[in-house]
């Protein structure tokens, strides 16, 4: 009997930490190993872009090789002007690359702030915070873009700066509603009853230890809504414009020629930007369910 008591008792302290490949069901550990393939071949796609370490230049205009198929010299093939297409992909990835940063950084950064404060403190403050979110969740994010495209011309930065500002609403519900069930529970009160101080809490307790996951999570799912909004401005017309290559504008140049048996001049960027995006998605997806399956243990 004493060895059964025993056996009960260790396993109880074991449940406070879960090893995370305990946590991760077989679905979580596919999701995440495939948006980390996806994430590495972003950044060495973008490493190689900003040190023009390209095999084959993707400015470069050759006439005799114009759409030439996937082979082993030209693994993507080649567009209408002979340009290689698989250069001009890992080309691409500048153009959403650093403005998705600074989109992200500006909605995780503004969104946790107000998050924060409108979680912790009073209703009022929170009342007076999200009337403001709210007008800004309310109108169409894309339809608010293309507006201020026609009205102002702005760079992509800046665009990509105005899709951080209207992410803020999202990030900030994300945020509140994290703060508004930890500040109820025990271990907060046994902060304040220690002495430490509301900043400390906040800060380390609160959004260090408790919120962290979360903005991983968003920052991932705000780089696949980058991705999306930055490409299809491009394959409008309205985004990064030719010679200058985006995967947007590869697969709206790439189309006019699909129906004469070249497809893949549209369909190599068009898998490119499916695959990326839905593995940062998966990711994102899978981090929540292992962040939420530690939560509930």
Not at 248 to 275: C, E, H, R, Y
Request: proline fraction near 4%; aromatic fraction near 14%.
């Amino acid at each position: 009997m004493k060895r059964f008591y025993f056996e009960k008792e260790k396993l109880s302290s074991e449940e406070f930490y879960v090893p995370l490949h305990k946590r991760a069901s077989v679905r979580d550990v596919v999701s995440i190993g495939f948006g980390l393939f996806v994430v590495t071949y972003l950044v060495i796609f973008f490493l190689i872009s900003i040190t023009n370490s390209f095999i084959k230049d993707p400015m470069k205009v050759d006439i005799q090789h114009m759409f030439m198929p996937p082979s082993i010299e030209h693994i993507f093939g080649t567009d209408f002007l002979g340009r290689d297409i698989f250069s001009r992909i890992v080309k691409g990835t500048e153009a959403f690359f650093l403005p998705g940063i600074l989109s992200i950084a500006i909605s995780t950064t503004f969104g946790l702030l107000f998050g924060v404060i409108s979680g912790y403190y009073s209703k009022t403050i929170s009342s007076i915070i999200f009337y403001f979110l709210n007008i800004i969740d309310s109108i169409p994010r894309f339809i608010l873009i293309l507006i201020v495209i026609v009205i102002f011309n702005p760079s992509i930065y800046l665009i990509m700066l105005f899709v951080g500002v209207t992410s803020i609403p999202k990030v900030s519900s994300y945020i509140k509603s994290k703060v508004d069930t930890l500040k109820k529970q025990r271990f907060i009160e046994a902060c304040r009853a220690l002495g430490l101080s509301e900043r400390s809490i906040i800060f380390k307790h609160i959004i260090w230890i408790s919120s962290r996951s979360v903005l991983i999570i968003r920052a991932t799912l705000g780089m696949g809504e980058t991705i999306l909004i930055e490409t299809s401005l491009s394959y409008l017309g309205i985004g990064v414009q030719e010679p200058i290559p985006s995967w947007g504008n590869m697969v709206a140049m790439g189309k006019d020629f699909f129906f004469q048996g070249k497809i893949w001049l549209s369909t190599m960027p068009a898998l490119v930007i499916l695959i990326t995006i839905m593995g940062l998605y998966l990711l994102g997806d899978g981090l929540n369910s292992i962040f939420n399956e530690r939560v509930s243990r």
